[in-house]
Nanobody
Framework: QLVESGGGMVQPGGSLRLSCAASGFTFSSADMSWVRQTPGKGPEWVSAINTGGGVTYYADSVKGRFTISRDNAKNTLYLQMNSLKPEDTALYYC???????????????????WGQGTQVTVSS
């Protein structure tokens, strides 16, 4: 199970930190990702992190502004979002990557578990 939290409304230029609490599987053995979706559009992959946290990937649209991290002792995934823009408004999902596919995440991400999402709204 994946449960996201931390979403909300923020002004442009502001920051938010999303969290995803994982349970029911060995979190430390799973490559993880964040995905977002806006109404009328397909899911957009945002970021990914490997099991140990030492390798990260970002979509060009968020590179330099968002930081993905994880705490395997707490079974929690994070997404620190800075310099938020109105176009970052979306429902953000935590997702578990299919094993051994993280090297494809920037072109063909594949997921086998999703959370319920947390809404992020960036507006003045």
């Amino acid at each position: 199970q994946l449960v996201e939290s931390g979403g909300g409304m923020v002004q442009p230029g502001g920051s938010l930190r999303l969290s995803c609490a994982a349970s029911g599987f060995t979190f430390s053995s799973a490559d993880m990702s964040w995905v977002r979706q806006t109404p009328g559009k397909g899911p957009e992959w945002v970021s990914a992190i490997n099991t140990g946290g030492g390798v990260t990937y970002y979509a060009d649209s968020v590179k330099g502004r968002f930081t993905i991290s994880r705490d395997n002792a707490k079974n929690t995934l994070y997404l620190q979002m800075n310099s938020l823009k109105p176009e970052d408004t979306a429902l953000y999902y935590c997702a578990r990557l299919v094993p051994d596919t993280i090297v494809l995440v920037t072109t063909s991400p594949m997921f086998d578990a999703w959370g319920q999402g947390t809404q992020v709204t960036v507006s003045s």
